[in-house]
């Protein structure tokens, strides 16, 4: 009778190993998102992209090793609220204005800017600097007629060409308002000079971040390399190895979590590695 009840208890626990695998290798992609698959560091594969074959659905991931990293597929907002432009005919405007754009290479977006928002923050100043530069073209009572379309236009395609290195596509840009700036022109000029500052460290702070992912992607590359040539010489290691990581990721307490207890037998296959067996 002991024996038996052993036996139900031991088929339970792996039953139960059995489903917190599963739960940890599905994950579910909506409509509205794209995914791509990191692994070690490095994309392997996508979901849901434009002029992809895998759609929306359920699919399964090797636990430990992929990542899951969710991209927006619907359009994104980018905004600009009162910048201050100097036209052609040197009056200080205030502009608000905002671009629309879109995800369209994922995997290029992951490497280069890491997420959405990575996005915004590279593409911000180079709204105000290719916005800036043409309706500094520009005199102020333009901006009122139909040339201020054509404007809008070559913002639109100055920045979608930048965007590109994202991996995004800039699909509208309109301006919202512009205004004359209120209060004394001298201390105009100073919050000007000062805005044109904070987006010249904007700009160089994206670009080393950008820079700082692929250098970060490469090294991470590299490193798997390393990790998968020695693991291939000591197979023995490599299971240690992944041993510890399942320990890890099984026993360790979840923070904010309920507590769980796991009954094994001192004999159970997976706890091989506590006493010694390969």
Same mark, same amino acid.
């Not at 992209?49 to 980018?78: C, H, Q, W």
């Not at 309706?135 to 060409?161: P, S, W």
């Not at 301006?175 to 004394?184: A, E, F, N």
């Given at each position: ?13 792996? +039953? ?6 599963? $739960? $940890? /290798? +599905?994950?579910? =992609? ?5 995914? +791509?698959? =990191? ?8 979901? %849901? ?80 600097? =290719? ?12 901006m ?5 379309g054509?404007?809008?236009?070559? =913002? ?11 991996g995004?596509? +800039? ?53 798997? %390399?390393?990790?998968?040539g ?11 190895y ?13 923070e ?8 094994? /037998? ?13």
């Amino acid at each position: 009778m002991q024996n038996v009840w052993e036996n139900h208890r031991l088929s339970i626990i792996a +039953v139960a190993i059995a489903l917190i695998g599963l $739960m $940890m /290798s +599905v994950y579910v =992609v909506n409509e509205e998102e794209q995914v +791509v698959i =990191v692994r070690t560091g490095q994309p392997v594969g996508t979901v %849901n992209t434009p002029g992809g074959t895998k759609g929306a659905g359920l699919y399964l991931r090797i636990p430990f090793i992929d990542s899951v990293r969710r991209v927006e597929r619907r359009l994104l907002d980018l905004e600009l609220n009162e910048e201050e432009v100097l036209s052609n005919d040197q009056q200080r405007l205030l502009v608000d204005a905002y671009a629309r754009f879109r995800i369209t290479d994922p995997v290029r977006m992951v490497e280069r800017a890491g997420t959405t928002d990575g996005v915004r923050t590279a593409l911000q100043p180079i709204l105000n600097s =290719v916005l800036r530069q043409e309706l500094g073209r520009r005199t102020f009572q333009a901006m009122l007629t139909a040339e201020r379309g054509t404007a809008l236009a070559t =913002v639109r395609a100055n920045l979608d060409r930048q965007a590109r290195q994202y991996g995004a596509e +800039v699909v509208d840009v309109q301006i919202k308002r512009t205004d004359l700036p209120s209060g004394r022109p001298l201390e105009s000029a100073f919050t000007r000079m000062e805005s044109d500052r904070e987006r010249e460290a904007r700009t160089i702070r994206a670009a080393g971040t950008r820079d700082a992912r692929v250098i970060r992607a490469e090294a991470d590359a590299e490193a798997a %390399n390393i990790f998968a040539g020695a693991f291939g010489k000591d197979p023995q290691f490599y299971d240690f190895y992944r041993a510890m990581q399942s320990y890890d990721a099984t026993f360790a307490k979840r923070e904010g979590g309920p507590e769980s207890s796991l009954i094994l /037998s001192p004999d159970n296959e997976y706890l091989r590695q506590f006493q010694g067996r390969r």
